[in-house]
């Protein structure tokens, strides 16, 4: 993807959201300005706000699906970049900006001996989205480690720190989750100084890493095994490969009560106040349901499949379009629902577009 030249703050660059999205899919926005700095992402959305026009901040753009026809107003690129380290005895506090790459967050602090971080290597996107669907992965995610975050408050126009529990982090959700009221500025993370990465929860990670679950790694030992599961499901971005560009899941994995737990599905509990109800994975219910690795690409759909690598990602082949892939969602929603009685909704945040 082009990466957008970068303007004096507050001049237009007409660009397609195209360019701007691991989709590789979206309409032209009315204009495009790029946030070099907190103070700058700030005094952006602010303006815009005052004068009525529609706000779509964009950071990697690894989580959207945007309608063909586009986005009405400005466009506000997160490209903040600072980083500071706090040092402690055992534990570093480092504060990220909302537009530091989070791979790049994650790579330094495996290099520096912080422990917390590695199990969510390869991720794509910008660290200020991470708190917004409370990005995990291997039985990690990035709730275990903040302590702080600064948001702007559209509706007051103030910036605020929060604390972790105003954020109401869940499973892959938060206060940020379901609104655009705020913009998260930076995180703070706290991280234990040590070579080992937290003890290994995530049974396929504890087995390629050989160790038994619960028990610890060292953390650039788990980095690499990551990246290596993560290629090999298409969940590490790469220009050459049409299975990496997507959002990564497109679909949550969805909540049932016990009793309803599909024959066979793989299922477990998770401690997120939930209220006794277990989780289920998404990628067996798409596969039982009929829609296997590659769905799509020999069923006259356009250039839209599910990836041939996991069939939790719905990909863009090439040259889709926005309304192609959501006609993929929507079937492959709707054959699971026939099939198990469960309603999977999309982990992506829909831009003009429903499903």
């Not at 994650?106 to 660290?127: E, F, K, N, Q």
Request: proline share 6%; hydrophobic share 40%.
């Amino acid at each position: 993807m082009s990466e957008p030249v970068v303007q004096p703050l507050g001049e237009p660059l007409s660009q397609p959201l195209a360019e701007l999205t691991t989709l590789r899919l979206g309409g032209p926005a009315a204009r495009v300005v790029t946030a070099p700095d907190t103070e700058s992402l700030v005094r952006l959305v602010r303006a815009a706000d005052a004068a009525g026009e529609p706000v779509l901040v964009v950071g990697g753009g690894s989580n959207l699906v945007v309608a063909d026809e586009g986005w009405p107003g400005v466009v506000v690129l997160v490209r903040s970049s600072a980083v500071e380290v706090v040092e402690g005895e055992d534990q570093v506090a480092v504060r990220v900006d909302a537009g530091v790459q989070w791979d790049a967050l994650v790579a330094r602090s495996v290099d520096a001996g912080w422990s917390g971080l590695a199990a969510m290597s390869g991720i794509p996107g910008l660290t200020g989205a991470t708190p917004v669907q409370n990005v995990g992965a291997y039985g990690s995610e990035v709730a275990d480690v903040i302590t702080g975050l600064q948001v702007l408050d559209r509706h007051s126009g103030s910036v605020e720190d929060w604390s972790p529990e105003r954020g109401g982090f869940g499973f892959r959700t938060s206060a940020f989750k379901h609104t655009d009221r705020y913009v998260v500025l930076s995180v703070t993370f706290e991280l234990r100084r040590s070579p080992d990465a937290p003890p290994v929860r995530y049974l396929e990670l504890a087995s390629r890493l050989g160790v038994e679950p619960g028990r610890s790694a060292r953390s650039t030992q788990v980095r690499e095994v990551v990246l290596a599961l993560r290629r090999s499901k298409g969940m590490v971005l790469d220009a050459a490969d049409p299975d990496t560009w997507s959002v990564g899941s497109f679909f949550v994995n969805p909540f049932v009560e016990p009793d309803d737990i599909p024959p066979g599905c793989p299922h477990w509990s998770v401690d997120d106040g939930t209220a006794g109800q277990v989780k289920l994975s998404a990628a067996w219910l798409i596969e039982h349901a009929g829609f296997g690795r590659g769905f799509g690409l020999d069923q006259g759909r356009g250039a839209v499949a599910v990836s041939t690598k996991h069939s939790l990602a719905l990909t863009n082949r090439g040259d889709a379009t926005t309304a192609e892939l959501l006609d993929l969602a929507q079937v492959i929603r709707d054959g699971v629902e026939r099939r198990f009685g469960v309603r999977l909704r999309p982990e992506a945040r829909l831009v003009g577009v429903e499903l």
